[in-house]
């Protein structure tokens, strides 16, 4: 007879989470205008965690985290295969809001939704204790893995890097800029992340799949 399974209840109820539809957080103008589907990686073994943002739409109609892409962006950043990438046992990926939020006037994706964050992450950290790195990805991860000790823009945060992956309490962290196809004038007006953060993102993630001892 097998034990309780905490990570698969907890999935099990994130997959029913509906707040956002039912008890949006600024009242039933703000109400999520389609049909909530949570999309998260959650997992008892990986000691890797991916902390994004929210799932765009084409990630909404898959199912899949990081399914477009930003997903193949940030899987060349960390040097792994499309198969390592979804092996929940090795990686678990958690964006701070579960579902696609949908799109503002500009046709923007709108910000992680507000409901999501407090009524989970608390509960989701605390579920995977193994975790080692968490990559923090974007302002909205950096505001709530970081706090008050996240800089005044996602730059000067990602730059600064070493103040969070050296010295933590918890988890180790890398902050690191969004993947996506509109920051690609960032990746070339600053070419010190490819210098000097990816190098260290692609041995931080050899050591945790087990390829190599970082050091």
């Known amino acids: 007879m097998t034990g309780p399974d905490p990570i698969g209840e907890l999935g099990a109820s ?10 949006p957080a600024k ?18 073994t990986a000691r890797l965690l991916i902390a994004g943002q929210a799932p765009g739409l084409r990630v909404h109609e898959s199912g899949l985290p990081f399914n477009d892409a930003s997903g193949n962006r940030l899987r060349e950043w960390m040097g792994v295969t499309r198969d390592e990438f979804y092996d929940a046992s090795r990686i678990a990926i958690v964006p701070m809001g579960f579902c696609f939020p949908g799109y503002d006037d500009k046709g923007s994706d709108l910000p992680p939704r507000r409901e999501c964050a407090p009524a989970w992450r608390g509960r989701v950290m605390a579920a995977m204790p193994q975790i080692d790195t968490v990559l923090v990805i974007g302002q909205y991860a950096a505001a709530w893995h970081l706090g008050p000790r996240r800089k005044g823009s996602v ?6 890097w070493r103040e969070y992956f050296l010295v933590n309490d918890g988890p180790r962290i890398l902050p690191l800029p969004h993947p996506s196809w509109r920051n690609t004038a960032w ?15 692609r041995r931080v993630v050899d050591s945790l799949m087990g390829r190599t001892n970082f050091g």
């Open 14 to 23: 994130i997959s029913h989470c509906r707040i956002c539809r039912d008890c």
């Open 27 to 44: 009242g039933e103008a703000d109400r999520l205008p389609h049909e909530p589907r949570p999309v998260v990686a959650l997992s008892s």
């Open 155 to 160: 730059t000067d945060t990602v730059k600064n």
């Open 187 to 201: 990746l070339k007006n600053n070419p010190w992340f490819d210098a000097d953060v990816l190098p260290v993102l």
